[in-house]
């Protein structure tokens, strides 16, 4: 099947700092990429559509200059988190699929972010 | 936006048991996919079905796009089988999907 990994897993950051999040899929290209952000005992909510070569396209109430995301080739993904605060302490997941219209998803590991 | 509903929120097992999960959702779609999402927080996987049935071991999965609800059946439950069961179908938009709210198994041994 195919795979997505991402890195770092587990990330501990001063507030005001910036972190990166990676997100890569291993065997196949991702025309499409998407972060998702989970709470404790929540279930997932979409963060950002990514499309390579192109503007991410946000959902509301998602700010795009705190959450940046670029998606540079068909096989990487990244977000970084400006000037993290402890709100943004969270689950964050990324998610790829091949061209194509209502293609299966695939998930990556997930990153703790913890913003003390 | 579509709304997604899983029944029941949480349930308990003895390891041997069988289930069934149920997602309903509000609008028609085109894809509804399953996953398994273990106590480390990893989605996995289990079926890509917009419609009918698909089977995988002791899982199966339904989905009547026509009344909107999708059925995932466990069969002689195992402790591994324990974690958060979502289903997604697609939202309308280009690949995007929304997750429903969830299902929390737990097996016992």
């Known amino acids: 099947g195919a795979v997505v990994s991402q890195h770092p897993s587990w990330v501990i950051c001063k507030s005001g700092t910036s972190v990166k999040i990676e997100c890569r899929s291993l065997d196949f290209q991702a025309t499409t990429m998407f972060w998702y952000r989970q709470f404790p005992k929540q279930s997932l909510m979409l963060m950002a559509t990514?499309?390579?070569?192109?503007?991410?396209?946000?959902e509301q109430g998602v700010e795009k200059d705190k959450f940046l995301i670029n998606h540079a080739s068909l096989t990487l993904s990244t977000l970084t988190v400006t000037s993290a605060h402890p709100e943004d302490s969270s689950f964050y997941i990324c998610?790829?699929?091949?061209?194509?219209?209502?293609?299966?998803?695939?998930f990556g590991p997930g990153t703790r972010l913890t913003v003390l | 936006g579509i709304q997604v509903e899983q029944s029941p929120p949480d349930l308990i097992l003895q390891e041997g048991a069988n289930s069934t999960l149920r997602c309903n959702f509000s609008?028609?779609?085109?894809?509804l996919q399953w996953f398994h999402q273990n106590p480390w927080g990893q989605l996995i996987n289990l079926f890509y079905i917009p419609s009918g049935t698909k089977q995988n071991g002791r899982l199966s999965a339904t989905t009547v796009a026509t009344e909107r609800y999708s059925l995932l059946y466990i069969s002689s439950s195992q402790t591994t089988d324990s974690g958060v069961y979502f289903c997604a179908p697609d939202s309308g938009g280009y690949q995007k999907v929304t997750f429903g709210t969830g299902t929390k198994l737990q097996v016992i041994p």
């Open positions: 990514s499309n390579e070569g192109s503007k991410a396209t946000y």
């Open positions: 609008d028609s779609v085109n894809n």
């Open positions: 998610s790829a699929s091949e061209m194509g219209l209502y293609n299966e998803q695939f």
